[in-house]
Nanobody
Framework: QVQLVESGGGLVQPGGSLRLSCAAS????????MGWYRQAPGNQREMVATIGRDGSTNYAVSAKGRFTISRDSARNRVTLQMNSLNPEYTAVYYC?????????WGQGTQVTVSS
């Protein structure tokens, strides 16, 4: 059973930064793609950033230049560095993993950007 556990969410002021981390219970080398999605109240879940097994990355337009996704295969972790946050980024952020057969989700971590 694959488990994904997010951490690092919280309250941050506009213009601030947060670093989200996702710890996997299995080797992330077995995952074709990992990444982060977010869901704000009343909205659908949307992709923020993904990273492939080869290290290739994909970002939502709103995340380009602000966010950086990275993976640490030795620690089985994926991180999302978020800079220059504004209230529009307030949402629950979910870790995502896809091994080619099934998609896995973490339980989510709340990010609130507010003064």
């Amino acid at each position: 059973q694959v488990q994904l556990v997010e951490s690092g969410g919280g309250l941050v002021q506009p213009g601030g930064s947060l670093r989200l981390s996702c710890a996997a219970s299995v080797s992330i080398s077995s995952m074709y793609t990992m990444g982060w999605y977010r869901q704000a109240p009343g909205n659908q879940r949307e992709m923020v950033a993904t990273i492939g097994r080869d290290g290739s990355t994909n970002y939502a337009v709103s995340a380009k230049g602000r966010f950086t996704i990275s993976r640490d295969s030795a620690r089985n972790r994926v991180t999302l560095q978020m800079n220059s946050l504004n209230p529009e980024y307030t949402a629950v952020y979910y870790c995502y993993a896809n091994n080619g057969y099934r998609v896995y989700w973490g339980q989510g971590t709340q990010v609130t950007v507010s003064s």
